[in-house]
Structure formats: C-alpha cells, structure tokens
C-alpha cells in the first residue's frame, strides 16, 4: 500500500529515519553477517489485541531499501485484531528487511499503540452522544501521524496547530485582562474559530457575549460540567477536559457535553507488543 496523509510527507520521514538509523556507517552488522544475496521471508505479527495503525508507512521502509520486496498486508489499517494475528508477509533481500526492521516495528508499534489506546476510550463513551478529541500533546515532529492514529482509533481532531484556530487559556486571559477582553481581541483578528478555556461558571457567560464559538470547560466535576452544559444550552459546542481518565471518563460523558478531549491519548498510549520473525526462504 502506497501511505498518504495530508501535510505528512512519509517518504522525507522514512529518509531521515533511516539515516538516523544508518549514520554515517551503515548497518555494519547485517553487512557484516549476512551475504548481499540472502532472502529472507519475514511475517509481521502482533502478539495483543490492538487497532493496527501505520502499516503503509512500515510497508514504505522496507521498500526505501529494496525497491523489489513482495508485501503482502493482511489486515489494514483501523482493523481491531486479536493476539497472534499477522500483519505483513514480506519477502525480499534479507540486509534490506533486517536493516528496516527496527523503524518499521517501531513506526507501527507507536502507532498502533495510541490507536488501540483511543479506541479504549471511544467504547468508554459510547451511546452517550459525545465525541472523544484528541489534544496537541503530541511528540514534537510526530503530530500528523499521532492524529492520524487516534483517527484510527476513532476520535476526532482537535486542532492540528496553533495555526487552525484560537484557543484562549488561562495565561492569554491573565495577560489581556480578561475572558472578554481575549475573546473581543480574537473576533477583531477575524478569526473563525474561537475556543475559550474557561474553569469557573462566571466566565460562561461573558465568553458567549465577545463571540466564543467553542468552550472548553477545564478540570469541572461532573455536577460543575452539567451545570454549565444547562447555562451554555446548545449555542456553542461544550468540551471536557483535564485529567480525564478511563475510569472518569464515561461520567463526564454523561453530562451532555459535546466533545471530551484527552490528552494521554498521544502523551501516555504504550507500545503495542507487535514484532517480525523471519524465516530463510
């Protein structure tokens, strides 16, 4: 599969990661051990259950280094599969496969990690009407791929940058002077989408009159949330955020709150136990 993601140039990524990999030495091991013309049959396999994420970009690893591999994916992208499920038959030039191995595993094990990760929390809150965001806690220079996994895992984006909407926290609101005052200075810069964090009741009220288009109701109780859903009543999208756990999160749900965002999704998700044995053709 050829990978394609708006923004994400993954051919530039699989470059540079393979260069860091390589240095200036190459793989002296494999080149070392293993004759140029060996073939090796490799299987790609996960040994949990998990949302797999990142295959075509792993796929693209392998054949930076050998243009003529045979790949076979047997699952795709966004599939929940159990222990013990293949992923990828390769077969190729065994240096090839061995010097890519370790970024290939690593890309889709990271991947696949916060999309098993996410779809956790998006069954958490199911049949409550609310939509699981994700949040720009992302590790630097990964963000496109990190949100396209929890896409993958079923939530939706939260903004992809500083560059996509406004969001006025509590630092912007201390240095202009107030919730409005922020609010008033981001509808003059014509800006479309205004997102406001707001963590007390009273700042609902003048957030909604300079022109919020978004709240976003930080670290309230679950009672503290139903409130301001009933104050905000439908004119603007309501957002949870803040601390939100596995354990807590089907409450906050529960409060009629439009979007919950989660931030551990990209910071927190572990790897998902997922490797590559090869056999000799």
Known sequence: MSFRLDGFDCDVFVAATLAEDLGAGGDITSAAV?????????????????????????????????????????????????AGTDLLRLSGSARAMLTAERSALNTVQH????????????????????????????????????????????????????????????????????????????????????IVEVDRIDQIAPALAAGATHLLLDNMEPATLREAVGIVAGRVPTEASGGVRLDTIRAIADTGVTYVSVGRLTQSAPAADIGLDFVLA
Do not use: C, Q
């Open 34 to 82: 293993i004759d140029a013309d060996a073939r090796f049959i490799g299987v790609m396999d996960t040994r949990e259950t998990i949302v797999v994420a990142g295959l075509g970009i792993a796929e693209a690893f392998f054949r930076a280094l050998d243009p003529t591999i045979v790949i076979e994916s047997l699952v795709m992208d966004g599939d929940r599969v159990p």
């Open 111 to 194: 991947l696949s990690g916060i999309a098993t990760l996410t779809r956790t929390y998006v069954d958490a809150i199911a049949g409550t009407g609310a939509v699981l965001l994700d949040t720009r806690k992302t590790i630097p220079g990964l963000r496109r791929l990190e949100k396209y996994a929890t896409r993958t895992g079923g939530a939706r984006n939260h903004r992809m940058g500083l560059w996509d909407a406004a969001m006025i926290k509590d630092n912007h609101v201390a240095v202009a002077g107030g919730v409005d005052v922020a609010v008033r200075r981001a509808v003059a810069a014509g800006i479309a989408r205004i």
